[in-house]
């Protein structure tokens, strides 16, 4: 069993920076492909970015190519995503999730997810 636990979150003017972590619990975290989603009110679970095992790889959804920057630390057995450049329409709740194998953009493929950190970002 593998717990997620994000934090980062909060209030934000447009342009501005936050970063996002996710801090997991076992031993097994470099096993695992990391993933951000994010929900908005209203709206469906959207992917956001994925790494690699190893950190190596990244691949992002196409609104947040540029902005954002997904990474790891696998001896702290965390995940972060470095949101820049900040638009009210990233405003949602943002769930970092593992996957044990494979990359996917698909939320129902991975198989533990955290509780969730709120991103609001005014105009």
């Known amino acids: 069993q593998v717990q997620l636990v994000e934090s980062g979150g909060g209030l934000v003017q447009a342009g501005g920076s936050l970063r996002l972590s996710c801090t997991t619990s076992?031993?097994?975290?470099?096993?695992?492909?990391m993933g951000w989603f994010r929900q908005a009110p209203g709206k469906e679970r959207e992917f956001v970015a994925h790494?690699?095992?190893?950190?190596?790889?990244?691949y992002y959804e196409d609104s947040v190519k540029g902005r954002f920057t997904i990474s790891r630390d696998n001896a702290k057995s965390t995940v972060y995503l470095q949101m820049n450049s900040l638009k009210p329409e990233d405003t949602a709740v943002y769930y970092c999730?593992?996957?044990?194998?494979?990359?996917?953009?698909?939320?129902?493929?991975?198989?533990?997810w955290g509780q969730g950190t709120q991103v609001t970002v005014s105009s």
């Open positions: 999730a593992a996957k044990r194998y494979g990359y996917s953009t698909r939320s129902y493929e991975y198989d533990y």
């Open positions: 076992g031993r097994t975290f470099n096993t695992y492909v």
């Open positions: 790494i690699s095992v190893g950190g190596g790889s990244t």
